[in-house]
T-cell receptor, first 114, second 111 residues
Framework: AQTVTQSQPEMSVQEAETVTLSCTYD???????LFWYKQPPSRQMILVIR??????QNATENRFSVNFQKAAKSFSLKISDSQLGDAAMYFC???????????FGTGTSLTVIP | DVKVTQSSRYLVKRTGEKVFLECVQD?????MFWYRQDPGLGLRLIYF???????EKGDIPEGYSVSREKKERFSLILESASTNQTSMYLC??????????FGPGTRLTVT
């Protein structure tokens, strides 16, 4: 079974600074997708960024970027120029290429300090 | 925009009651999912459905059942609610190979 590990239950960052959230996963598949989701307090879970395993280039979305290390099975999220609205629970997720099921990590709670 | 809605944001039920949680999506997605979210445990899959009337058990199906009579609607049923089913329940939908879209969640309290 696939597992996704987020080893940092809580992180904090000063406003305007950069923070990196860690995620590792375990799989024997070669075709898969990785995701970072954001869940603000009392609000809906939304997709932050997505990475296809076959792509060597790291995905970026504005201030959000990933460091995808396929051999190490590592998928970290970097948030640059942190804003107060970035405060949320962040979940890393894995999906097999031909599968329906997502596997989620336990989440990292990010606090942004003004 | 994809919209996934859930019938209730907050729900309080008594032990032993039958509970229905409903989820509706408006983007013709084939797949629909029910998760349970608990602090420190992340999201755990209860059931998912890949087509009308089709379902598969997830990681924690015990005490739950599901129904999908129409493509856009996926219901989670707690046959006899227990206090250990107090939790946040999230519904999601997607097209195979793409990201999941989530509903706002239902916070269920069983007393």
């Amino acid at each position: 079974a696939q597992t996704v590990t987020q080893s940092q239950p809580e992180m904090s960052v000063q406003e305007a600074e950069t923070v990196t959230l860690s995620c590792t996963y375990d799989t024997s598949e070669s075709d898969y997708y990785l995701f970072w989701y954001k869940q603000p307090p009392s609000r809906q879970m939304i997709l932050v960024i997505r990475q296809e395993a076959y792509k060597q280039q790291n995905a970026t979305e504005n201030r959000f970027s990933v460091n995808f290390q396929k051999a190490a099975k590592s998928f970290s999220l970097k948030i640059s120029d942190s804003q107060l609205g970035d405060a949320a629970m962040y979940f890393c997720a894995y999906r097999r290429g031909t599968g329906n099921q997502f596997y989620f990590g336990t989440g990292t709670s990010l606090t942004v300090i003004p | 925009d994809v919209k996934v809605t859930q019938s209730s944001r907050y729900l309080v039920k008594r032990t032993g009651e039958k509970v229905f949680l409903e989820c509706v999506q408006d983007m013709d997605h084939e797949n629909m999912f029910w998760y349970r979210q608990d602090p420190g445990l992340g999201l755990r899959l209860i059931y998912f459905s890949y087509d009308v009337k089709m379902k598969e058990k997830g990681d924690i199906p015990e005490g739950y059942s599901v129904s999908r009579e129409k493509k856009e609607r996926f219901s989670l049923i707690l046959e006899s609610a227990s206090t250990n089913q107090t939790s946040m329940y999230l519904c999601a939908s997607d097209k195979p190979g793409y990201e999941q879209y989530f509903g706002p969640g239902t916070r269920l309290t069983v007393t």
